[in-house]
């Protein structure tokens, strides 16, 4: 048995301003027929989390919100402000702790952190930028979270552009 990480970027979104917060930007029409399209190529690919988290941010939650229709996902997304903040010590250390009863987790999130995450998970050093709506799953070895250190990464999807 293993364990199956997908990190996800968020879809393409409304640019900040004065008037519209970092944290309240909203995924613009042609993010979400992405998302759709990558959620779709998941389903493809017999990709199907069982556990969805998903940064605080409006963008991040409404991608989210498009896998978990697209995919028909039963589990509720939960929000983890660290992946809001940049924080992937306190991430990493979040995966370690989850549920041994899930055994695909996907994580909607944001740049660097998303990047950053899937370079010290699978050890891949020069990895590049993760675009709008992409996800790369990663599998480990291990019936525990706890132990999932070194990944191998099984599966990389992004828009076409």
């Not at 709008?132 to 599998?139: D, H, N, Q, R």
Request: charged share 20%.
């Amino acid at each position: 048995m293993s364990k199956i990480l997908t990190i996800m970027r968020h879809a393409l979104s409304s640019n900040g301003s004065i008037t519209v917060p970092d944290i309240e930007r909203f995924v613009l029409p042609e993010g979400a027929q992405q998302t759709e399209y990558i959620a779709r190529k998941m389903t493809a690919n017999n990709l199907q989390p069982d556990a969805l988290w998903v940064s605080p941010a409006l963008r991040a939650r409404q991608t989210a919100e498009i896998v978990k229709t697209t995919l028909n996902l039963s589990c509720e997304p939960e929000i983890y402000n660290s992946l809001y903040h940049d924080d992937d010590e306190l991430v990493l250390d979040q995966i370690a702790n989850c549920n041994n009863s899930v055994r695909h987790l996907l994580i909607v999130g944001h740049n660097p952190l998303v990047t950053q995450i899937t370079c010290q998970m699978s050890g891949t050093g020069g990895f590049g930028w993760f675009g709008t709506s992409m996800i790369v799953s990663l599998e480990f070895e291990t019936d525990n979270w706890a132990d999932a250190q070194r990944a191998k990464i099984i599966r990389q999807l992004k828009v076409k552009c």
